[in-house]
């Protein structure tokens, strides 16, 4: 077979560039984005197929197999995936790549010759193993496979030290060295690394760490790129990895948060840890029937959904709730946090998906100052968005990330599963309020018998 | 390709990267993350190099698993990026049909899906 031409592989890779820079661009508006997406995939064809034509490859029937084989096994699963579980399936995604860039270094470092060429190959294999073993911790996290709170032991900043102490001489010694014994060693420091990374992080600021990997990753591929000198892979991994560090910044400012405090926060005595403790201040809890009057009988209803909607997969009911308001002539509209649920836009998603109308799916900024003229405020399972410890304790974990106002409602009503606070591990003074009313139970059981009650009225 | 070529590219592409995602909605952060996400699955391109020029059963062996994990993260990560998207398609009731919209089975159930929830 003769291959293609240099220069026509190297245009090609530019062309599949091209199409990853335009489809992060088209990623940037709604409009856009589903076309900007298809041209990324677009892109990652034409640099697979070039690959083929570009260079001599031995072994292409069981390369072909493999990519079956990956194919048949991510894109039934990324197909079949429930919206709530989309989160952990982004974190495995990103796993694999950077463990794919950690093997493909590993691979690559007996072809090293010149001492720079192995320094991108132990920062490939340092990142990647960091991102695959990261991922891996967000990925038993979010599927609930273990705790969502932080964890933290008393040993863990200086284990932390000691393995990133003992990777830089493992590195240094690869770099000069080439052995790849001590190389393996790396891959197994940068796996311990990558778990003690993760472990401290609380379950709402996981979204945020996944972003973090995500761009990890990316550097360790454009890290890898270097190593085998293909361009492609450098500005693919270099994009991936400056718009990644740009979007997890994003990300916690929308939370109002740092991405330091998020990570190294519950190594400083738990700026996330807070305390699962159950108060015993009096609450008014009440029954779906009374709630159906106070939604039945109001002009305007706001709805905040929050994780516990996505984890009930009470979606669909709470559109059918808006619905069966709006045809008794309440208006109803769905007030958005960014960071509702375990990713931002989640929300969006997951109404979207209910066939709520984008119209009435309303930003925070558009929003907050509509509660004052709402007479409910509905909470379906979201807590620290609503929180206004927000606003007022300045020791507060979440001080400072903008909330809803609810409070402005005449009436709030919260459908919580119990007392237990949110994930940020505090308790919200919103409810002990005299216009608060609770009602208890899992948010789509909750929401059906109010729907029920509604119907009757 | 020589070091300083490959590190003008490098910094150029940091900011082309920075430059691309800077004024994105909060809406769009989970697909912006998941399609970049995607992208970095290209590192599919250095498995295959790698694999391609294995001689040893071992560094094949360990080729082909670096393969079949970046085309998981290549082609699951398009995917699951394509069903976020798909959610924010159709709003507009009278919307005519989309244009560069893949006939395919995945399309047809979801549009099957959505009519028989606005029936209800």
Known sequence: MTLLDPNVTALLYLAAAVFFILALKGLNSPRTARRGNLIGAFGAVVAVVTVFFSTRLDNVPLILGAIVVGSGVAAPVARRVRMTQMPQLVALFNGVGGGAAALVALLELPHAEDAWVRVAVVFTLLVGAVSFAGSAVTFAKLQELMTTRPVVFPGLPVLMGAVLLAAVGAAAAVVLGGSLVLALLLLLLGLVAGVLLVLPVGGADVPIVISLLNAFTGLAVAASGLVLGNVLLVVAGTLVGASGTILTRAMAAAMGRSVAGILFGAFRGGSTAGSTAVSDRPVRSSSPEDVAVLLGYAQRVIIVPGYGLAVAQGQHTAAELAQALESRGTRVDFAIHPVAGRMPGHMNVLLAEANVPYESLKEMGEINSEFRTADVALVVGANDVVNPAAKTTAGSPIYGMPILEVADARQVVFLKRSMRPGFAGIENDLMFEPQTTLLFGDAKESLTKVLGAVKAL | ?120
């Open chain 2, 1 to 120: 390709m020589d070091g300083i070529s490959l590190l003008t590219i490098t910094v150029l592409a940091v900011f082309v990267g920075f430059e691309v995602v800077s004024k994105v909605s909060s809406t769009l952060h989970t697909p912006l993350m998941s399609g970049a996400n995607a992208i970095h699955g290209i590192i599919l391109v250095g498995a295959i190099i790698v694999a391609g020029q294995a001689t040893h059963p071992w560094v094949l062996a360990v080729a082909l698993l670096a393969v079949v994990l970046a085309t998981a993260n290549l082609v699951g990560g398009f995917v699951v990026t394509d069903r976020m998207l798909e959610m924010f398609r159709g709003r507009k009731p009278d919307k005519p049909a989309k244009p560069g919209a893949k006939p395919g089975a995945g399309d047809t159930r979801g549009e099957t899906k959505e009519n028989t929830e606005a029936t209800r």
